[in-house]
């Protein structure tokens, strides 16, 4: 089974560009998937499938998988994108959904 | 555009059983591209994902709730449910329905409701 670990949480000054990791033992060899969760909204996907973006999600917003860790890059960091983060696989071994323990990001 | 729409008692007394739908509109809950879920956010914590089900009726489930869990799909109604026996305090939470998409040995959520609090407490 797995456990994806992330950053509690990550700071940046506007402009700059973020990155969130989320790590486990090489999670480069599954798919893994990013959501942002704004406050008081529900989760959006902003990544899938490593670094696709669904329709909608700014260019700014990518993803890489490689080894032991995957990450999200979030570049020319705005105010709109303070939120809660959260990489997620599907573990095929117990057929279940498995969400990282969430990153907050915080725009200074 | 596909929406997804929880609903249900927003406060259930403790060792009581917890009842939500959620009602798509938009498209077709018996579409085999899909499943369709629940995921809860407790208070000051992440998310964690409940279960999921086919239009079949096949269904997965996160294995820590597992013995208090039932997800049923209503497609006359274009509806699904979740029932969470045996509440506690730790069962307080915002509940999503959501829809996961299918794809060979992966599953991920591309559409989530708004949510809705469920608190316990006498």
């Known amino acids: 089974s797995y456990v994806l670990t992330q950053p509690p949480s990550v700071s940046v000054a506007p402009g700059e560009t973020a990155r969130i990791t989320c790590g486990e033992n090489?999670?480069?060899?599954?798919?893994v998937h990013w959501y942002q969760q704004r406050p008081g909204q529900a989760p959006v996907l902003v990544v899938y499938?490593?670094?696709d973006r669904p329709s909608g999600i700014p260019e700014r917003f990518s993803g890489s998988n490689s080894g032991d860790t995957a990450t999200l890059t979030i570049n020319r960091v705005e105010a709109g994108d303070e939120a809660d983060y959260y990489c997620?696989?599907?573990?095929?071994?117990?057929?279940?959904?498995?969400f990282g323990g969430g990153t907050k990001l915080t725009v200074l | 555009q596909v929406q997804l729409q929880e609903s249900g008692p927003g406060l259930v007394k403790p060792s009581e059983t917890l009842s939500l739908t959620c009602t798509v509109s938009g498209a077709s809950i018996s579409n085999r591209n899909y499943y369709w879920g629940w995921i809860r956010r407790p208070p000051g914590k992440g998310l964690e994902w409940i279960g999921t089900i086919y239009h079949s009726g096949n269904t997965y489930y996160n294995p820590s709730l597992k013995s208090r869990v039932t997800i049923s799909v209503d497609t006359s109604k274009n509806q699904f449910s979740l029932k969470l026996s045996s509440v506690t305090a730790a069962d307080t939470a915002v509940y999503y329905c959501?829809?996961?998409?299918?794809?060979?040995?992966?599953?991920?959520?591309?559409?989530w409701g708004r949510g809705t609090l469920v608190t316990v407490s006498s």
């Open positions: 499938d490593d670094s």
């Open positions: 959501a829809r996961d998409k299918v794809v060979p040995h992966d599953r991920y959520i591309d559409l």
């Open positions: 090489n999670i480069g060899s599954i798919s």
């Open positions: 997620q696989v599907w573990d095929t071994g117990t057929d279940r959904v498995i």
